[in-house]
């Protein structure tokens, strides 16, 4: 049979570039998990990916609700779950204030990581139950876990802290908005909530590849300059990143060219090792990288994971 894969914000940049990957080799039937449902429909329609191939299902990683109501209808749909990719993001690096999800959570830790969180732990059983070959579920990360790389050394860098701001949900009423206890900066927030998915594989990992076999990896899909994670930059940041990091930093990859590497984390025999962080050298050969000290934390992994589980209502 075909493999099954749940893609989050798969109507657009990385997501859609992946679905697109695998759909094209016939062997996957992607599911768009996706919170604009028309919008989807047609970013899968004009990526050229036919019809057999695919489903849309509705889900907001910003509404712990919304999360839930998907694990349920995936379940009713009777398909088997053999990948999982956590994809969708948002990011607000000119946010002067804080934005909230339903549940009243800073807004990019409420989706990046929370939202999957959730999503994770919930599907997780029917990973379990699959007998596809290589079950993978993968959470994507970013370079600010890479301290052996200049972009990830740009201030505000994350910091977790000692979380007491994650701890306290990251209301802005009794608990700061920022998992350290700070201030409100839209740009580290993003950093901060891909140190907890970079956290959340690992935990993963340590608790269930052993007795699931599943594997469990994460990845940085290199500088993907043209996509919609920037949108709410400034115009004049928006017109020189992808020059600057086309031709200074040498760091920019096409969209298709970063979901052609996601698909291989997904699908490629060679790629089974749990518990690695995933990026790619010029010659687009994969290789397993070196996560910063604070990504890597195994303690803090345990306590991000412990939080979370209380935030969303799992313990
Ligand atoms: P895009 O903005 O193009 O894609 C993000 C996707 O997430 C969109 O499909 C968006 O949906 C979806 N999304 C946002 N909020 C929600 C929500 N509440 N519920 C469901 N879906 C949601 O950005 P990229 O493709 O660049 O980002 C993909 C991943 O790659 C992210 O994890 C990002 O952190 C990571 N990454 C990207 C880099 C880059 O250079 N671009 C570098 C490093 C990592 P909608 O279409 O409705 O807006």
Redesign the pocket.
């Known amino acids: 049979r075909k493999g099954s894969v749940i893609i ?8 859609l570039a992946t679905a697109k990957a695998l759909a094209e080799t016939g062997k996957w039937h992607v599911i768009m998990a ?3 449902f028309l ?1 989807a429909e047609r970013a899968a329609k004009s990526a050229g990916i036919s019809k057999e191939n695919y489903t849309v299902m509705h ?4 509404s712990l609700d919304s999360v839930r109501q998907f694990v349920a209808n995936f379940k009713q749909s009777g398909r088997p779950l053999d990948v999982l990719v956590c ?5 607000q690096p000119t946010a002067k204030e804080p934005t909230f999800t339903a549940d009243g959570i800073e807004l990019s830790v409420g ?2 990581h929370l ?1 999957h969180f959730l999503l994770s732990r919930l599907l997780l059983d029917d990973m379990k139950q699959s007998d596809y070959p290589s079950k993978r579920l993968i959470i ?4 600010t876990g890479n301290t052996n790389t200049l972009a990830g050394n740009v201030p505000p860098k994350a910091n977790l802290g000692d979380m007491r701001g994650l701890a306290g949900g990251l209301n802005g009423l009794n608990s700061s908005t920022m998992i350290d206890g700070g201030d409100f900066d839209g740009a580290k927030a993003y950093k901060d909530s ?1 140190i907890c998915n970079m956290l959340t594989m690992q935990e993963f990992h340590r608790r269930y590849h052993g007795e699931t076999g599943i594997t469990f990896a994460s990845l ?6 043209t ?3 920037f ?1 709410e930059h400034i115009p004049l940041f928006r017109m020189l990143f992808p020059p600057f990091q086309k031709f200074i930093t040498k760091g920019f990859v096409s969209e298709d060219e970063s979901g052609k590497g996601l698909a291989q984390v997904v699908s490629d025999p060679s790629l089974t090792k749990s518990g690695v962080y995933w990026s790619w050298n010029k010659d687009s050969s994969s290789f397993e990288n070196q996560l910063s000290e604070e990504a890597s934390d195994l303690s803090k992994a345990r306590k991000v994971w412990e939080i979370s589980e209380k935030l969303v209502g799992l313990a």
Do not use: E, F, M, Q
């Open positions: 989050t914000g798969a109507s657009s940049g990385l997501g996706c919170r604009d919008k889900l907001d990683l910003a994809n969708a993001a948002v990011y989706t990046n939202g994507v990360g970013s370079i891909k940085y899909p290199g500088c993907i300059a996509t919609g994670l949108r």
